[in-house]
């Protein structure tokens, strides 16, 4: 499962030390360049050749500078536009998605019936936007867009209005992707048409409204319900929401897959709680098929009357749609529910989708994958000379990479394509994060334990490539299959365990990986659910290189914030309410726990300006572990010279 229960819930706060790169500036004062952008300099020192495709994803305009993810950074994207234009090298720009935003709106936004009317009004706000985007076209650039998420009900003739020279690429409804290239190699996505949440979804509620109009996934609800957390200060609200009590075997793979989805939807709305209530009719909705109102309960999955797990009214039994909305939505190669929605918060399953879909597909002639779509800017060259990359956002606050906004990726098109990936720096510059966002070529692969378990249940491990040192390299390889593995070496005859792990670099060369452990034991109720964590260096090649407590200088003022019980604390296996004894008891264990080499390492930063750490549980259904959440904010005075940056970068993000 990726890095994060959603990177929703484990977006990490990556501090990653940039490799920078000055570059020059050429003037082009050319007749085709607009008034504002005459005199103004180059991205680069341009070529002579127009052989360069710029695609950037992920803007996120909005209806109104209340409700909109783009506002420092909009001035500063139409500077990018304009040095764009004087760039003339440059063939291409390709908006990749999300360009203007239908789902950032809070749930208390006044329903509306035309979105049509909707679009132009998000294009009547972002109008200088707009109108720089038309000297693009006019500057001999082709512009492109292609439809993302955010923006899939935006109907084709009502952005060509704004936009008149704009191509758009559209395959199927809310879908598209665009072939560029001298040899149409390159394949240029916005990366919805793979996620659960976000793909179009015209089936699962066609029967509740009647009709096949209802594009909007379960992933529009959720924004909705997200973003009104977030305007709303990311309130903490006790929510009551239903427990799914008993798991189903993993052999009944429907409704497996439909505890998977609860499961996912559990841990975010456990995170994500606005102030507006589980039963109330939040969701007024009379556009895309939709015209009724639904409160957060109609969304959310229960365990039904009759046994089964689903949500009671809007995507009721969701993954039996799922294999007919990847044909509608021309999936090449289909993959299943549980594969879906397990890779939801892993941005490495989109890597593993541009990879089937188009690189590893002999019926593609692809170099070259883009996806947007997931915020997080992505460099990878594969061992063939292809390339996926992710050209990241340009939101303001990018809370799932926040070292980089303003990205967007460059391929230079011909007999043998290069790509890289650049962010725009606010003194107009633009800084190639090609490498630091690659490790110098470093990859990560997912590799599984042969003859172990069965299609569902895998031993899982990372392998890393890439290193400058060969020895390193392998030192490190053996630790890191031995961490990952560690269960199954003290498993008894009995029992197999489903170990996925997910990853992260943070402080520029550590690598802080977690395994999520469920342990199916013949016989038992129920199966058991752990987390391990630890820290690997990349250059050192062995773990333990660093620990929480390096990050923190006053353990004692740490200890008593614990045994003050500031922390937000999640238990696993079990649901509802928590003693005050037993939350108590937790804090205690914890307090007693610093300092020891077991805990110190069992941490990452999370969004929302918190530092989570991990601790082993006890006393209670399943004794796995306990989650302990802890705002940033606490620790300034607590913190060395090495979190200060951490918290403070925290801390604009939870603002």
Known sequence: MKRKMLSLLLASCMVISLVLLTTGFSLNTGASVSDAAKGTA??????????????????????????TETLKNRPLLIEFLRRLQSTTDVRELVINGDFLDEWFLPVYYPGYTDARQFYKDVIANNQDVIDELNNVADSGIKLVYVIGNHDMTLEADVLQEAIPKIV??????????YYTGDRNEIAIEHGHRYDVFSAPDTVTNAELCGNEDTILPAGYFYARYAATWVLEGRPKVEKDLPVVKIVPDKTDTDQYGAYIYYSLLKNISARMTPNESLDEKIFDMHIAGFDDA?????????????????APVLFKNIQRTWDERQRLNNVKVPNSFLQAVSGTLDWEYFFRQAKAQYLDNAK?????????????PTYRVTGDGKYYLNE???????????DATRTFAVITTGNKDTAALYRFMEDGSVTDISASISKADVTFDYKAVENYGDDDTQARYVEVSGLTDDNIQAKLNEELKTFCLWPTFAAESNTTYDIMPVFEVVAGDLLSIRTYNTAYTAGAA?????????????????KGAVNLWDFIKDKNAFKQLALDGRFGLTVAGVDGEITEEFRMAAYKKLAESIGTPELATQFYFGDGGRLNVWCDGENHATGDYWLFDIPVVDLEGLATDRLLP??????NLSN
């Open 294 to 310: 639904y409160t957060y309960l109609d969304f959310y999955p229960a365990q039904q009357a009759d046994g089964t797990i689903s």
């Open 526 to 542: 129920h199966p058991v659910n752990s987390i391990r964590t630890q820290l690997f260096s990349l250059t050192a090649g062995n």
């Open 168 to 177: 758009q690429a559209r395959d199927a409804e809310g879908l598209g992707t």
């Open 364 to 376: 593609e002639k692809v170099d070259v994958v883009v996806f947007g779509h997931t915020h997080v």
């Open 42 to 67: 180059a991205l680069w020192d341009a070529g002579n050749t127009r052989d360069k495709i710029v695609v950037i994803s992920d803007i996120h305009l909005g209806i109104d500078d209340r409700y």
């Open 646 to 651: 951490i918290i403070e970068t925290l801390k």
């Open 392 to 402: 990241g956002t340009w939101i303001d606050h990018n809370t799932d990479y926040p």
